[in-house]
């Protein structure tokens, strides 16, 4: 059971980062793809993109301290349970899913950098 609940964790963060900006997860030739598709973009656009991010990046941030509040509240002798490993595994998940979505801000913001004012 464990095992199938890390499966679908997985797979709801993959299909997430994979719908946040149409293309593929946080891979090298993701990233590429979107770096070119970031080249062709207007300054608005970039901005645009930069605000989501920031967003979406500040909503993750607020899951996962919500979730580390959840594990706090579970007693010592517990954190060992199902309950606390899937709490665990969620937060792993969350905290992977920021690291991808600072990645691509971070993409978005270089190639806003280099557009003429």
Do not use: N
């Amino acid at each position: 059971m464990r095992g199938f609940k890390w499966i679908l964790g997985f797979a709801v963060v993959v299909l997430l980062a994979g719908c946040v900006t149409g293309s593929g997860g946080g891979d090298a030739a993701g990233m590429d793809q979107l770096a070119t598709e970031a080249a062709t973009m207007g300054k608005a656009d970039l901005q645009s993109m930069v605000s989501k991010y920031k967003g979406l990046i500040a909503e993750k941030v607020d899951v996962a301290g919500q979730l580390k509040a959840k594990l706090k509240e579970i007693p010592v002798a517990e954190m060992l349970g199902e309950k606390a490993t899937a709490l665990k595994d969620e937060l792993g998940d969350t905290l992977a899913l920021i690291s991808q979505l600072k990645d691509k801000l971070a993409v978005y913001t270089s190639a806003l950098k280099v557009v003429p004012k």
